[in-house]
């Protein structure tokens, strides 16, 4: 998360100069628009990388969450590989929302240096339009925002992929497995229904754990796992919640699972 902000910190900077450094002369508009397009696609370009990496430890993450109790409660057969397909998928996706965050940027931008060269704003007002920060009312704040939608979101939603690939091919071999829903309270965006999900799959609840294959239902939709592609998104976006591995003999294995989750 950091990095992108640093990254985006460092595009702001460039197209900040770029602004500062250049007449407002109508016919310095395409040498202005292509400096800017040149400083949002090596931002785009740095945090789609960054973000395809973070996945992929996110992913041996999500695996590993789910082996974790099968070794506390001594399960030591060996579990079938699982296709890294989806997560190929899953990062090509969140490689087209970068891009689609940086094009964004630059047409937006570009408007405000149109307005700026036309006499509709003055310098002053454009500058502060684009952003003098990350943190004050700005283009360059609403990007910061949602760049780190785009990492919590697509990073946990890998997270999830994996663990429901990987309890898929546990219960292979472990016989009885489910799963639960885990609550993860979101600041940025909480929502009852997913307590709710957890209250409902959880031990004691109605239908309680249910089998790893099976899909939950909240607000009215299927979902194999949180942050599932298949769900809408608000029932996705900024979502903290996880989907742990339950067995009914080995409760406290789960419980540190949870924990950790």
């Keep these: 998360m950091k990095r992108a902000i640093r990254l985006l910190a460092d595009a702001r900077k460039e197209v900040a100069a770029t602004v500062a450094s250049t007449e407002w002369k109508a016919y310095h508009l395409p040498q202005m628009k292509a400096a800017i397009e040149r400083a949002m696609q090596e931002f785009a370009g740095k945090y ?152 409902a799959y959880g031990p004691g609840g109605d239908p309680g754990p249910i089998p790893v294959n099976e899909p939950f239902i909240v607000e009215g939709e299927a979902l194999m796992y949180p942050r599932d592609p298949a769900g809408s998104a608000k029932n996705t976006i900024n979502c903290g919640c996880a989907s742990i591995p339950y067995h009914e003999d080995w409760d406290a294995a789960t419980e540190d699972i949870a924990q950790s989750a």
């Design 48 to 199: 789609g990388t960054d973000l395809r990496d973070v996945q992929r430890g996110f992913w041996d993450q999500g695996m590993d969450l789910v082996d974790m109790p099968l070794r506390e409660v001594g399960i030591i057969r060996a579990i079938p590989e699982i296709d890294t397909a989806m997560l190929s998928v899953l990062q090509d996706f969140s490689t087209d929302l970068v891009q689609g965050l940086g094009r964004d940027a630059i047409k937006k931008i570009s408007q405000e240096l149109s307005l700026g060269l036309l006499g509709e704003k003055q310098p002053y007002d454009v500058m502060k339009a684009v952003g003098r920060n990350l943190k004050d009312k700005s283009i360059f704040k609403s990007l910061a925002h949602r760049a780190e939608t785009i990492t919590r979101t697509e990073a946990g939603r890998v997270l999830e992929a994996a663990g429901q690939a990987r309890k898929e091919a546990a219960a292979t071999v472990v016989p009885g497995l489910k799963k639960q829903w885990y609550y993860g309270h979101s600041p940025k965006m909480p929502r009852l229904s997913h307590l709710a999900a957890a209250q």
